[in-house]
């Protein structure tokens, strides 16, 4: 089921920032500072426990889950396909979910949160290869142009991006100005979340 409470619950659960809610996550209202307990009844202003192997692979994928926003059947979907294909399996895991449009938004700055890339896909503002897409979970390959819909770059939601200074991972070329960017190559491990134990992830799926 997919969860739909306060995204900074899930940071306070975590123990740690997800940075899940954009600016908000880097000033002062973020909760986690006055609030860096795990919330509900039973949370209390306790300290978190020391986890079981089965809680620490539990709480991997279910950080996984909660960074990049995605179900548990879309989750162990990636995981299935991972498996499959020759290499290790958690690093091509989260390399296609790398590579899943809404999170290549995102990594190119277009939005600053993956919530709110998800939300520009599905209104259609986001167009690969001159084809609107509105699909957040499409697969990016390499050679994909991605823009935003023209009619919107001056809107609101990017009229941002031609102050900001390009911080997009080196498998994506972006112009932030133009609001145009290409996959250049695949994600690589030191481009992709480094907080993530995808060993632990695969462990909690192999069983």
């Known amino acids: 089921m997919k969860y739909t409470g306060p995204s900074c619950r899930l940071c306070r659960k975590e123990g740690e920032k997800l940075f899940l809610k954009g600016d908000k996550c880097l000033s002062q209202k973020c909760p ?34 909660r960074v990049y926003q995605i179900a548990e059947i879309q989750f162990k979907n990636y995981y299935k396909k991972a498996v499959s294909k020759k290499g290790v399996t958690g690093t091509i895991m989260q390399q296609m979910i790398e590579r899943r449009l809404d999170n290549a938004i995102y990594r190119c700055g277009f939005t600053v949160s993956r919530k709110q890339a998800r939300q520009a896909v599905a209104h259609g503002l986001i167009s690969i290869n001159g084809r609107k897409c509105t699909a957040p979970s499409q697969q990016v390959k390499i050679g994909d142009k991605i823009t935003i819909k023209e009619s919107r770059k ?54």
């Open 32 to 65: 986690l500072l006055k609030k860096n307990y795990i919330p509900g009844q039973h949370g209390g202003k306790k300290s978190f426990k020391k986890l079981s192997e089965y809680g620490r692979q539990l709480r991997a994928k279910q950080k996984a889950k």
């Open 154 to 207: 001056g809107s609101k939601l990017f009229e941002r991006l031609a102050k900001e200074k390009d911080v997009s991972p080196k498998w994506l070329k972006v112009d932030l100005k133009k609001g145009e960017a290409e996959v250049t190559a695949l994600p690589e491990k030191d481009d992709m979340e480094r907080s993530l134990e995808t060993q632990l992830i695969v462990e909690s799926y192999s069983k």
